[in-house]
């Protein structure tokens, strides 16, 4: 055959072969790669780019043949043929992967704003909205306050009835948060236990909308339609205004710290609030 082929055409034979091996090669730790991913878009898409590089494979084979065989005219046709449809369904493939690529940032950007088991904000997302709304309310001079929301005798209750029971006490507290805070409210789970709302107005509207919450989860965990908890549930809360002094929401969310613990020692089951005794 080498007698038959110029050196050009001996070398092009050569070349082609050899993509032919290696392309089967990446086609086998492809297809073993395939099933161990986890998203389905990124299966489809790298199902495609297979077929994409088996239609290479397959074209760069066609050719070595037509070299062999000596039919230039056929060996063109099929190899212009093959990397047009090649580009087409690797564009294709490029496309699923960065839709897929959203998609999964999406999810995980939404996983870590959302506790998972109350559906309300999480902490590291109402960090970084609260300290934004602490600006824009000191800047425009609006009344701003924090109230920090503990479940009474909650290790007590967990030890007792077990943290399935435990579990459906957080999401009792976490649905009557959700549906008596204001539609502006920033409510979140700061960890554990406890709860965090973050609301325009005045010390005074905040206490209102804490006695709302306090009350509610008094009766909803008697009355309400959490499957079977174990015990009534009472809550403490404690409310800070945003002052001139507050430097931080560090600050503000310690402040309210502080009078939640004045309203555990005073009794639990009762709202405590800076200048109110």
């Excluded at 001079?141 to 435990?166: E, I, Q, W």
């Excluded at 999401?171 to 973050?198: H, I, K, N, Q, T």
Aim: aromatic share 6%; hydrophobic share 45%; proline share 1%.
């Amino acid at each position: 055959m080498a007698d038959a082929l110029t050196l050009p055409h001996l070398l092009e034979f050569t070349f082609d072969s050899l993509t032919v091996v290696a392309g089967a090669v990446v086609l086998l730790l492809a297809l073993r790669v395939a099933p161990t991913l986890k998203l389905f878009a990124h299966r489809r898409a790298l199902w495609i780019s297979i077929g994409a590089a088996a239609l290479i494979v397959v074209s760069q084979a066609v050719e070595v043949w037509a070299d062999f065989s000596r039919l230039s005219t056929l060996k063109d046709a099929v190899g212009d043929c093959a990397e047009l449809l090649a580009v087409c369904t690797l564009g294709l493939a490029l496309r699923l992967m960065g839709r897929a690529e959203k998609e999964e940032v999406s999810f995980l950007r939404k996983a870590a704003n959302v506790d998972d088991l109350t559906g309300l904000r999480s902490r590291s997302y109402f960090r970084r909205a609260a300290a934004r709304r602490m600006e824009l309310f000191r800047r425009n001079g609006l009344p701003l306050a924090c109230a920090v929301l503990d479940v009474d005798d909650f290790k007590s209750y967990n030890d007792r009835y077990g943290h399935g029971s435990g579990d459906r006490a957080l999401r009792c507290v976490g649905r009557v948060l959700r549906e008596s805070a204001r539609a502006d409210d920033l409510v979140a789970r700061y960890g554990g236990e406890e709860f965090v709302v973050l609301m325009g107005g005045d010390v005074e509207d905040a206490i209102k909308v804490a006695e709302r919450v306090r009350e509610r989860v008094q009766l909803e965990s008697v009355t309400g339609d959490e499957i079977s908890l174990d015990s009534s549930l009472t809550v403490s809360v404690g409310v800070a205004p945003l002052t001139e002094d507050t430097l931080s929401l560090e600050e503000l969310v310690e402040a309210a710290d502080v009078e939640l613990y004045r309203a555990k020692r005073t009794g639990k089951n009762r709202v405590a609030a800076v200048g109110r005794r």
